[in-house]
């Protein structure tokens, strides 16, 4: 589905999803160097059950127009101006890891806009390391490959190795590839500054109402569970699921994070 968002083509994949008014709406939001592709397995279950999906491409990333943007704070923004253009009144906010932080701001900035959120691989602040942060100014090859060793639980440094899970890391790689080559423009380093210097989650956690889901991987060494538990803890009657995964959840544990997701926006009704 393409539409157009302040002027620049945005992509969001519906998983042939018509929208229809009234209808639940459910909105994914990938991570960094990352595009709507990585939700393609939740997005046809939630549409097969009967939801309205968009799985977002942010812009600068898979078939949406750049530039990238710098800041939590922007791409929340756009998102927001995304469900205005798409006639969304209110939707559930799923987002996985800089995604989060997107979806977090997003539902603090438009509470009314927002029915629920599922946060996924989350924490705040999400501090990126002065080592990767040079690495993917100076080295995007090399920041891809550190960050599939350290994402996917079954090939992470410690873990025995294990076929599907080096086949998995493998397609994740092989995305990060293809946009880099799609957007030459630093992306990676620009994605990992917004996570690194996204300040407002305290403050956006408190303004929180809505009905709140995290999805947490317990083998997840990028944004370990433990680092979350002040998140967690800031907004109201959140519900924490664990997973058996690292932090490619939504690959690792596709049919996991479905039924979390699936018995989440259940509840709501």
């Known amino acids: 589905m393409l539409l157009d968002v302040n002027g620049k083509t945005a992509w969001a994949y519906t998983a042939g999803s018509a929208p229809a008014p009234g209808r639940p709406a459910i909105v994914f939001i990938h991570g960094a160097q990352n595009d709507h592709s990585v939700w393609t397995a939740q997005a046809r279950v939630l549409a097969h059950q009967g939801h309205h999906v968009l799985a977002v491409d942010l812009p600068g990333h898979g078939r949406s127009a750049g530039p990238a943007l710098a800041t939590v704070e922007d791409m929340a923004a756009w998102l927001l101006d995304l469900l205005d253009t798409a006639g969304i009144d209110r939707a559930v906010l799923a987002g996985h890891s800089m995604g989060s932080l997107i979806a977090l701001e997003a539902a603090s900035r438009a509470p009314a806009r927002v029915r629920a959120l599922a946060l996924v691989g989350s924490t705040w602040p999400m501090k990126v390391s002065d080592a990767l942060l040079d690495m993917a100014r100076t080295n995007e090859p090399a920041a891809i490959d550190m960050v599939n ?51 407002n989650g305290g403050v956006a956690a408190q303004a929180i109402a809505c009905p709140t889901l995290f999805v947490q991987g317990r083998r997840d060494i990028m ?40 018995d989440f926006v259940r509840g709501l009704d």
């Open 149 to 199: 060793l350290w994402s996917h639980a079954a090939i992470a440094p410690g873990a025995p190795g294990q076929p599907q899970g080096v086949w998995l890391a493998g397609a994740s790689r092989r995305l990060m590839q293809r946009l880099s080559q799609l957007n030459p423009a630093q992306l990676f380093h620009t994605d990992f500054v917004a996570c690194n210097t996204y300040a």
């Open 223 to 262: 944004t370990p569970p433990r680092s979350a538990q002040a998140l967690v803890a800031a907004i109201p009657h959140a519900r924490v699921v664990a997973l058996d995964c690292g932090h490619a959840l939504m690959t690792e544990q596709p049919d996991g994070v479905s039924a979390a997701l699936t």
